[in-house]
């Protein structure tokens, strides 16, 4: 069941885009960084390996890019850190593991002990964000082990210093791991607050639900087995005493017409709203969806409009609460209650709107926007609403005197 938008409001739309901006521009600098600050780009390197150099670049760019994307699922979400697809990219794994290893090993070789282990750090934490938590530092830890070990190694066998040579790839690995993994949690807490948003708007629908339902199982389930009992009886009492199976049936017709009563009176129950009420649950509600609802009510406005003009305006608000939560991506919400030159009026007005203003505003038969209209017409009054932009703004109108 999804009553509610993803994202109304949140933010999390502009923040997977802000996150998967900064994962890719700081991978991407560094990496173009430690080339054009290397002796790739000296004079006296051949020119192969110039060319090698740059497409390895451009590969392991584009495989960075493309693993980040499926690392950040567009909303509406899935588990965090799957792809939504339900695998990882591991052909874009590859390649951009693949192209950082052979551009650090084309550093080492022309003899960049520092610039060389960009390449493999950027990658390796792009990889590790698709693996569980104690694997993906495991993987780290290696590596960062692996880059100072080979780091190293290559310094002492050209009779350079070692220490700086080992000790500056192992401590970028970590860094870069750190800083990666760090930005990804973040967008997996993110994540799993508006997954915990959206269920606390949709448990408070299916509350209200159960206890519909509970009341008119009570109802229905005490006049029925009264109803089957006394039936049973009565086909008993036909043939041996007619008059009393006749009393009978005719209070089996008593309980039958008080069952109805009474199922008229639950549903009555619960759709007899009042402004005031459904202010007040569309105030909790929107804020359970992260909507920011804001209310501008005259207090002396509620006591001049009779009972049954409360109702259809609590209606009209419930109706205009279910289309930003159903309809829109609203971030915020403006509703006013005022009373002037004898009406009542109401305004209930949302960014967020979709570009076609007819889409998805009717919910059902009696409670869409048209429906309502016609019934307040019918006391004097007038619903309208209209798209301007990305608002969508109703407001209904009713005469204080309306019985």
């Not at 052909?91 to 551009?103: D, I, M, S, T």
């Not at 279910?322 to 009373?339: D, F, I, K, P, Q």
Request: include cysteine.
């Amino acid at each position: 069941m999804r009553d509610v938008p993803v994202d109304p409001g949140t933010g999390l739309t502009n923040f997977r885009r802000y996150t998967w901006w900064s994962l890719l521009s700081v991978t991407a600098f560094f990496l173009i960084y430690s080339v054009a600050r290397s002796r790739v780009m000296d004079a006296a390197t051949p020119v192969p390996a110039r060319l090698a150099a740059v497409a390895v670049l451009a590969l392991t760019v584009v495989a960075v890019a493309v693993s980040v994307s499926r690392r950040l699922p567009p909303v509406p979400l899935g588990s965090p850190g799957t792809d939504p697809g339900g695998a990882p990219p591991v052909g874009w794994l590859v390649a951009g593991g693949a192209g950082g290893v052979a551009l650090g090993v084309i550093l080492l070789a022309l003899g960049d002990y520092g610039l060389w282990s960009f390449g493999p750090a950027m990658t390796v934490s792009i990889i590790a964000a698709f693996l569980p938590g104690r694997r993906r530092w495991l993987l780290i830890a290696a590596t960062a082990a692996g880059a100072a070990a080979l780091g190293g190694v290559a310094a002492a066998a050209s009779g350079r210093g070692s220490l700086f040579a080992a000790a500056f790839p192992a401590g970028l690995v970590v860094l870069t791991g750190w800083v990666t993994l760090g930005m990804l949690w973040a967008w997996d807490v993110a994540e799993r607050l508006n997954a915990a948003r959206r269920l606390s708007a949709e448990l408070a629908v299916k509350d209200e639900r159960l206890r519909f339902a509970a009341d008119l199982h009570d109802i229905q389930g005490h006049h029925l087995q009264v109803i089957a009992l006394k039936s049973e009886l009565a086909a008993r009492l036909m043939e041996a005493d007619p008059v009393r199976a006749a009393t009978e049936i005719e209070e089996i017709r008593r309980l039958a017409a008080d069952a109805l009563r009474d199922t008229r009176a639950v549903v009555q129950g619960y759709r007899r709203v009042t402004l005031e009420e459904e202010i007040t649950n569309a105030t909790r509600v929107l804020a359970a969806a992260g909507t920011d609802a804001r209310m501008d009510l005259d207090p002396s406005a509620s006591g001049l409009l009779r009972d049954p003009g409360r109702h259809l305006l609590g209606l009209v608000m419930r109706e205009a609460t279910t289309n930003v939560l159903r309809h829109s991506r609203a971030r915020h919400v403006e509703v006013g209650y005022r009373t002037a030159d004898g009406l009542a009026r109401l305004t209930v007005a949302n960014d967020g709107a979709p570009e076609d203003p007819g889409t998805g505003r009717e919910t059902g038969p009696g409670t869409g926007l048209r429906t309502l209209a016609e019934r307040l017409r019918t006391t004097g009054g007038e619903l309208t609403w209209r798209h301007d932009g990305d608002r969508f703004v109703v407001t209904a109108c009713l005469p204080v005197e309306t019985r």
